[in-house]
Nanobody, 123 residues
Framework: VQLQASGGGMVQAGGSLRLSCAASGRTFSNYAMGWFRQAPGKEREFVAAIDWTGGRTNYADSVKGRFTISRDNAKNTVYLQMSSLKPEDTAVYYC?????????????????WGQGTQVTVSS
């Protein structure tokens, strides 16, 4: 299984970015997908998850109303649309493939991880 994340970059506060994560090696449409992030000096934290159908999502409180997770099962790709970005959103963002079809907030719910993409938000 391979997960390839892309779309990171540098943006000013208030700006937007869209992250993508392309999956291969497993029947993508059967499994949940998640996004996590790790800021310098901090532990990795949950950002958002989406179930196998795309019909159920959940978000960390810190990103609710600003970030949107979605998936295109025909393209084996999950997206994270990030808007109203804040400097505290600066982190390396990781996508992860779930062990089941249900999106979880715990890292233990995922068994494959992408390499990460850097997001930097300047004030």
């Amino acid at each position: 299984v391979q997960l390839q994340a892309s779309g990171g970059g540098m943006v000013q506060a208030g700006g937007s970015l869209r992250l993508s994560c392309a999956a291969s090696g497993r029947t993508f449409s059967n499994y949940a997908m998640g996004w996590f992030r790790q800021a310098p000096g901090k532990e990795r934290e949950f950002v958002a998850a989406i179930d196998w159908t795309g019909g159920r999502t959940n978000y960390a409180d810190s990103v609710k109303g600003r970030f949107t997770i979605s998936r295109d099962n025909a393209k084996n790709t999950v997206y994270l649309q990030m808007s109203s970005l804040k400097p505290e959103d600066t982190a390396v963002y990781y996508c992860a493939l779930g062990k089941t079809g249900w999106g979880r907030s715990a890292e233990g719910g995922y068994d494959y991880w992408g390499q990460g993409t850097q997001v930097t938000v300047s004030s």
